[in-house]
């Protein structure tokens, strides 16, 4: 089994915090998740997540206007530049402090970052193709202006369009206009008035006008000109920036949280601190639209390059949203839980993830695209444990509600619930494969409940365990359930059998998780002592064990008083998975690793590391003494005090708490691994963590595509490197200049059908495999379209259902996984092969009576030499066309059946 697993993507989480960004085409958004940035195509339907992260969460993002280079920025302030279409990371970089706005110039040759109070311009680095002097820069980082004037933090920065002022809002009250390098004539400007802090501030299409809106709901419009005399109209004063007109968007208590301004269109985008957002057409301040998209807070808000998208985040419920407020539609709208995941399940074709929380919801996630499919929200409390049957078209999900609830996936509904004759909460849950039978085990009860899904009665408890059961697993032919208590033991239930007595299997230390391996005959169970075991299930002997505490322990909190090497806490694993192969079992923990072990020698194969974000508890080995203070970790501590506002401060969490006592106890997440699964084919796992769904692949590599369209690919040199294969193929040398892959790739590039098919047609059947094999994956849509229609349209059946063959023979499991995308292609194979085999089949039936006709007349046997063909009687069909065994020592008529 191949156990290079990198990471693919992260799923379930799709907001936190920091700022949302469009690409300059608008198709894409780019969302912080976490020390993560994923990638939303709002054209295609996917999304994907960048590979490189950082050392703590995001707070700042942008592009390049050319969409080349991403700049990140976390907490600390310290940033990636990115190779954005290549997805690779280019330089690290450190601010020396906490950065809380970024913004790249028009021109794309500077970029603005407010470090605190203070106004820095860097230069952006150069790229290949945009250098000046034909080589790239050493150093990519170069401060070109270090600027301050504001009192408190810049909050956010507007460049004009040409690239020369830059307009900064700040909480001190103000906004300021700079200009990118010294103008004769002109002096930075302070722009005051504002009551409360300045959210943001922008230039007009005309860059005659400014509007700056604040905290508390204010817009001013600001004007350069003179100061005039009402009663004479002459000028009292020289031109200066004024207030023109004032605005106010009569919120009641909400504070003005985010704002946008699309200067070619005049739209206003404004998120409230109530869940309201509000559309305003200035500079007459008409309000198009006000409407709610959120239950708390919208933190972040933003429009594409066209001004018909606006998307929006809130923190606090992970929500993200795009709208196109010209039609009143939703283009995206996901959410991920809001409490952490409990567990997780693939579907059986691997296309689909299953995840469950706390917060009560079952999410259905695809793996392909990324996105939640749908959403249950049916169960009233924590879902702790979910399960497929009837391969992949029924879930099954247990809840602390006290329900297990049945899931229709087709339509997408809940058709059955099973409950206890006594109010129960349920952890575990078990189906049969068959789906005939559901089985529970509850914290509450130490027995274990039984239901039949088509009645929905309790067919029976299982009596047995001392504690409560804490994990289930029915084996693959449905006839063995396993189950692991808090008593220290291990039982193998008969569910169908006459007894229901089962003999414990003893261990040392509670059971947190069982699994069956795929073939039914061994049973693994993880402890709280840290030590796996497996049992044989025929004789119930132990196999073997694995002590997995050294190998699972790590990360230290930061108010631990020990080292992650002494801390009990994460020591064991809580869940435990066999791989599609039965050789190597998955197992996670309360802890920063998942372990991969092989069965057979209980050895450790690979240990991954499912987050490095020093934003959540337990990622570190060692903590630093500076960050500990005579009044705990300075992390718990809130250092801001009186300086951040009052509204931050109150925890409206528990009910009651509108007043009182404005101070937060602060907690930290701790990351943690719930629950872990593999794929189907074998050929990824996902694992439910503090940081979300995150998937782990072998097939990561990114799509490649060696040959570009230039000058050199014309329908003559397309047909020399044919020829030239042709002469490679007949002498039988190995020219790898000039092959028939080479040559039937850059009859794609050109896309000439004429020439696509003689390219095809000359190719010969035995290099068929090896061509197929070494086709690039970007172009086998391409591939698969064209066999089948060149199935449809031409006599070369064999040559065709050669090609097919290898197509699905090679690059089966790529086709399997992307079924959704290749759907056309896949439906016109299926014809092209379907009208095929009607046509063999007219054909036979119609052949298989003349050869019964020509079969069925006798033969007249003479003696000849056995070499020789037999004769037919004269005025019968030739000898050629049909054939007898005939008795050469007896000159009798013989009758062929």
């Given amino acids: 089994m191949k156990t290079d697993f990198k990471f693919s993507n992260l799923l379930g989480t799709v907001y936190r915090k920091g700022n949302l960004l469009f690409t300059p085409d608008g198709t894409c958004l780019l969302s912080p998740v976490g020390n993560r940035v994923t990638v939303f195509d709002l054209v295609h339907n996917t999304s994907y997540t960048l590979p490189f992260s950082h050392r703590t969460n995001i707070d700042h993002l942008d592009l390049s206007p050319k969409g080349n280079l991403l700049l990140t920025v976390d907490e600390t302030g310290r940033a990636i530049l990115t190779n954005f279409h290549r997805r690779i990371a280019i330089h690290h970089f450190s601010f020396k402090s906490r950065v809380t706005a970024l913004k790249f110039s028009p021109s794309g040759r500077h970029f603005a970052v407010g470090v605190g109070r203070r106004l820095q311009i860097w230069q952006t680095p150069s790229t290949p193709g945009t250098e000046t002097n034909g080589e790239i820069e050493f150093a990519p980082f170069v401060l070109h202006r270090d600027l301050a004037a504001h009192f408190d933090v810049v909050r956010n920065i507007e460049w004009s369009s040409d690239s020369r002022f830059m307009l900064t809002a700040s909480r001190d009250l103000t906004a300021r206009v700079w200009s990118l390098d010294p103008e004769d004539g002109f002096e930075p400007t302070t722009l005051a008035g504002h009551r409360q802090g300045v959210v943001a501030a922008y230039f007009d299409a005309k860059q005659e006008a400014i509007y700056t809106v604040s905290q508390d709901g204010a817009l001013f419009r600001w004007e350069f000109a003179a100061k005039m005399d009402p009663e004479t109209e002459e000028e009292i004063a020289e031109a200066q920036w004024r207030i023109v007109r004032k605005d106010f968007f009569m919120q009641n208590d909400a504070k003005v949280n985010c704002a946008a301004f699309h200067a070619p269109t005049s739209l206003l985008v404004v998120g409230f601190s109530n869940g309201l957002f509000g559309l305003y057409d200035l500079p007459e301040f008409n309000t198009i639209n006000l409407l709610s998209v959120s239950q708390s807070n919208i933190d972040v808000v933003t429009i594409n390059k066209t001004g018909e998208w606006l998307a929006f985040g809130s923190s606090k419920h992970g929500q993200l949203l795009v709208w196109e407020w010209q039609s009143e539609s939703y283009i995206l709208k996901q959410q991920g839980h809001l409490d952490s995941m409990n567990s997780l399940v693939y579907s059986p074709d691997g296309q689909k993830i299953v995840t469950t929380a706390d917060d009560g919801k079952v999410k259905v996630w695809d793996v392909k695209s990324g996105f939640c499919v749908v959403t249950f929200t049916e169960h009233t409390s924590g879902v702790t444990a979910c399960q497929f049957a009837k391969k992949g078209s029924v879930l099954f999900t247990a809840s ?94 008969s569910i169908f059998g006459r007894t229901q007595t089962s003999e414990p299997l003893q261990l040392m230390s509670d059971v947190l998780s069982v699994a069956f391996r795929p073939d039914g005959e061994q049973v693994a169970a993880s402890t709280l002592d840290g030590q796996l075991s497996f049992w044989l299930v025929s004789d119930a002997v132990q196999q073997g064990g694995v002590d997995g505490r050294r190998d699972v322990s790590g990360g230290r909190k930061i108010s631990d008083r020990r080292t992650a090497a002494n801390a009990a806490g994460t020591k064991s694993f809580n869940r435990i998975t066999y791989s599609a192969d039965g050789s190597c079992i998955l197992a996670g923990g309360n802890s920063k690793y998942i372990c991969l072990y092989d069965v057979t020698t209980g050895s450790l194969i690979k240990k991954y590391t499912v987050s490095m974000n020093l934003s959540l508890d337990g990622t570190q080995e060692f903590l630093n003494s500076r960050d500990l203070t005579e009044a705990g970790p300075r992390a718990l501590i809130d250092e801001t005090g009186e300086a951040s506002d009052k509204e931050d401060r109150i925890d409206r969490n528990l009910p009651g708490a509108k007043r009182g006592d404005a101070g937060v106890r602060t907690t930290r997440p701790e990351v943690r691994v719930m629950s872990v699964d593999f794929a189907p084919t074998g050929r990824a796992f996902c694992a439910a963590s503090t940081e979300g769904l995150l998937i782990y692949s072998l097939d990561t590599e990114f799509v490649f595509d060696p040959f570009d369209l230039d000058i ?25 200049e000039n092959t028939f892959l080479k040559a039937l790739i850059m009859a794609f590039r050109l896309n000439e059908s004429k020439l696509l098919r003689a390219v095809y047609e000359a190719i010969p059947p035995s290099d068929i495999p090896h061509v197929v094999r070494a086709v690039p994956t970007v172009y086998l849509p391409r591939l698969l379209r064209f066999v089948a229609h060149a199935a449809d349209e031409t006599p070369h059946l064999e040559f065709n259902l050669m090609w097919i063959e290898s197509l699905f023979s090679c690059h089966g499991r790529y086709f399997k996984e992307n079924s959704g995308t290749f759907a056309p292609e896949l439906r016109a194979v299926q014809r092209a092969v379907d009208e095929i085999r009607e046509n063999l089949k007219r054909l036979t039936e119609k052949n298989l009576y003349d050869l019964n006709y020509l079969l069925s007349k006798p033969v007249l046997t003479e003696k000849k030499p056995a070499t020789t063909l037999l004769a037919v009687e004269a005025g019968d069909v030739e000898g050629d066309d049909e054939m007898a065994d005939a008795n050469d020592d007896e000159g009798e008529w013989i009758g062929l059946e």
């Fill in 712 to 736: 050199t690919i014309t329908p003559s040199t397309i047909l020399a490197t044919l020829d030239a294969a042709k002469q490679a193929h007949k002498t039988g040398t190995n020219d790898e």
């Fill in 400 to 493: 602390l509600d006290g329900s297990i609830r049945a899931w229709d996936l087709i339509r997408y509904r809940n058709f059955r619930t099973f409950t206890a004759p006594s109010r129960l909460s349920f952890s575990s849950l078990a189906v049969d494969p068959s789906g005939e039978v559901v089985c529970a085990g509850s914290p509450d009860s130490f027995d274990i409940h039984v239901w039949s899904v088509q009645t929905g009665q309790l067919l029976d408890q299982l009596s047995g365990h001392e504690g409560p059961v804490s994990s289930l697993s029915f084996a693959a032919d449905g006839n063995h359930l396993v189950s692991g208590s808090w008593d220290r033991t291990v039982r193998i239930w």
